[in-house]
């Protein structure tokens, strides 16, 4: 599953590819993937002939801007998009929409698992509406800070590393992340979030920015989305000190990397580095 840094790679690669294009002719192939409450037919008709003006990103949702409108592409487990030249042949096995560009591209949507999901919104008014509206301040956001998340997540009784992927609350981290953040924090992940002090909580924001900025800078990690046509050639598993490390010694100290279960999600922490209580 892409996280946050894998899907800035891919708007980073999306603008670098087909910002302001004109988008000629839509093919919506899988039906279920538009979540917006409007036939395909309309769909297809209403973004046809829009030039996008950018791709940007919220949490982990990939917004094309089309003027007045912007349609919002949710990943999920498998979902790609590819850039070709219209000449290119591809496989289409797993193609739910083909964009046909000017400038001879062709922009495809692809997802093995058909998780992924299209939303069709007015642009002034989105932010406000499902799924938008139910994502919390990821942690670039410049009013987020220790207190916020003292506020909004001790208030919980379940471990930390449950909290911190609850995207209502903070978004943009997934497992493998909070793995690492709560490593550099030095925070157990099955510590009660209720048990955290605003310091710790001042810690994990740092550790969070610092993690997923040094990982969008290498071009996200590739356990499981190596995808080099979107840009995700994925050089900072290179750099995970606890994720996927299980019984390997521990960088900090030389203690046995564990893996335990947290919510049903592999874990990944040093008993050492870590603190319980
Ligand atoms: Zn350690």
């Not at 979107?230 to 900072?236: N, S, V």
Request: aromatic share 8%.
């Amino acid at each position: 599953m892409p996280e946050l840094p894998e899907v800035e790679t891919v708007v980073r690669t999306l603008n670098s590819k087909v910002k302001n294009l004109t988008i000629k002719k839509v093919k919506i192939t899988y039906p279920n993937l538009i979540k917006t409450d409007i036939s395909i037919e309309d769909f297809e008709n209403k973004i046809k002939g829009r030039k996008i003006d950018n791709i940007s990103r919220i949490a982990k949702h990939i917004i094309f801007e089309l003027q007045d409108l912007v349609l919002i592409s949710h990943l999920r487990m498998e979902g790609k998009w590819f850039v070709f030249d219209s000449q290119t042949v591809y496989d289409t096995k797993h193609v739910e929409a083909i964009f046909e560009l000017s400038d001879n591209k062709m922009m495809v949507y692809s997802d093995t698992r058909k998780f992924g999901t299209f939303h069709l919104q007015e642009k002034a008014t989105f932010k406000s509406q499902n799924p938008i509206n139910k994502v919390g301040p990821e942690p670039f956001n410049s009013a987020l800070n220790g207190q916020y998340l003292l506020d909004i997540m001790s208030r919980s009784n379940k471990h930390i590393k449950t909290v911190l992927l609850d995207q209502t609350k903070i978004s943009g981290i997934g497992n493998i992340y909070a793995d690492e953040i709560l490593f550099d924090s030095k925070i157990h992940p099955e510590k009660r979030a209720s048990a955290l002090n605003l310091e710790d909580y001042e810690r994990i924001l740092k550790s969070s920015k610092k993690i997923l900025k040094r990982s969008i800078d290498l071009g996200g990690s590739t356990i499981d989305t190596y995808q080099p046509e979107q840009g995700i050639d994925g050089k900072f598993q290179n750099e995970l000190k606890v994720h996927t490390r299980k019984n390997k010694p521990c960088y900090e100290c030389g203690r046995i990397i564990e893996k335990i279960k947290v919510n049903g999600r592999g874990t990944y922490f040093c008993k050492e580095c870590q603190f319980l209580y």
